[in-house]
């Protein structure tokens, strides 16, 4: 394979780094598909953890943009995905102003 191919290859998801199944695809679909049912754009991915199902994201979330932007109004949501990657259930765990510190320990 060339080296000009090698790049486009791991962008489409080809090849052990990218596919399916490990940790950077299920951020990207756990991000992508909250952001179908919501209708805003995800901020981040906060936290990702393996299940015996599939996997567990938390998503941060603008859910109110406000001036000046540290007080825009945040929100984390847990997101659940099944083994392939399909969105089974979605809840707000947090909300919170973007210049906030956490103090949660």
Same mark, same amino acid.
């Given at each position: 394979?060339?080296?000009?191919?090698?790049?486009?290859?791991?962008?489409?998801?080809?090849?052990?780094?990218?596919?399916?199944?490990?940790?950077?695809?299920?951020?990207?679909?756990?991000?992508?598909?909250?952001?179908?049912?919501?209708?805003?754009?995800?901020? @981040? +991915?906060? /936290?990702?953890?393996?299940?015996?199902?599939?996997? #567990?994201? *938390?998503?941060?979330?603008? =859910?109110?943009? !406000?001036?000046?932007?540290?007080? @825009? +109004?945040? /929100?984390?949501?847990?997101?659940?995905?099944?083994? #392939?990657? *399909?969105?089974?259930?979605? =809840?707000?765990? !947090?909300?919170?102003?973007?210049?906030?510190?956490?103090?949660?320990?």
């Amino acid at each position: 394979m060339a080296a000009a191919e090698e790049p486009a290859k791991r962008r489409a998801g080809g090849g052990r780094a990218s596919g399916k199944g490990n940790a950077a695809w299920a951020m990207r679909t756990a991000a992508e598909q909250l952001q179908e049912l919501l209708g805003r754009s995800p901020e @981040s +991915v906060s /936290a990702l953890k393996p299940t015996d199902d599939g996997w #567990e994201a *938390d998503v941060e979330v603008l =859910e109110l943009e !406000r001036v000046p932007e540290t007080t @825009s +109004v945040m /929100a984390t949501y847990r997101v659940t995905l099944d083994k #392939e990657g *399909d969105l089974m259930a979605y =809840e707000r765990t !947090r909300r919170y102003t973007r210049g906030q510190i956490d103090r949660r320990g």
